[in-house]
């Protein structure tokens, strides 16, 4: 069975960190770009980060800037994505999509549509 699963999400503090993961089983990631996208309710999907299959492509919309930092090790068949300086406007249900052949997160590459997505992790920052 091909999948993606998300793990890392939780209650935090504003101003705290946390580490999402996103790992494949049933196919490997080497040759598939990685992205990041949340939903909070009522609200639009936002693309937030992206790492090509590539590792040196990478690129994070204003929301995640200077805060996260997206990686990926193809040994272990697992991307993350390391939250810090968490915002309560942050809080959302987080999702990872493999997207084969993304090689380069040039221009939007969040138009893309993945061919595999996690079940999505929620991530809430409250006091």
């Known amino acids: 069975q091909l999948q993606l699963v998300e793990s890392g999400g939780g209650l935090v503090r504003p101003g705290g960190s946390l580490r999402l993961s996103c790992a494949a089983s049933g196919f490997t990631l080497d040759d598939y770009g990685i992205l990041w996208f949340r939903q909070a309710p009522g609200k639009e999907r936002e693309g937030i980060s992206c790492i090509g299959s590539s590792h040196l492509s990478i690129k994070y919309t204003d929301s995640a800037e200077g805060r996260f930092t997206i990686s990926r090790d193809n040994a272990k068949n697992t991307a993350y994505l390391q939250m810090n300086g968490l915002k309560p406007e942050d809080t959302s249900v987080y999702y990872c999509?493999?997207?084969?052949?993304?090689?380069?997160?040039?221009?939007?590459?969040?138009?893309?549509?993945?061919?595999?997505w996690g079940q999505g992790t929620p991530v809430t920052v409250s006091a």
């Open positions: 999509g493999a997207k084969s052949w993304l090689q380069y997160c040039s221009g939007d590459p969040f138009v893309y549509n993945p061919e595999h």
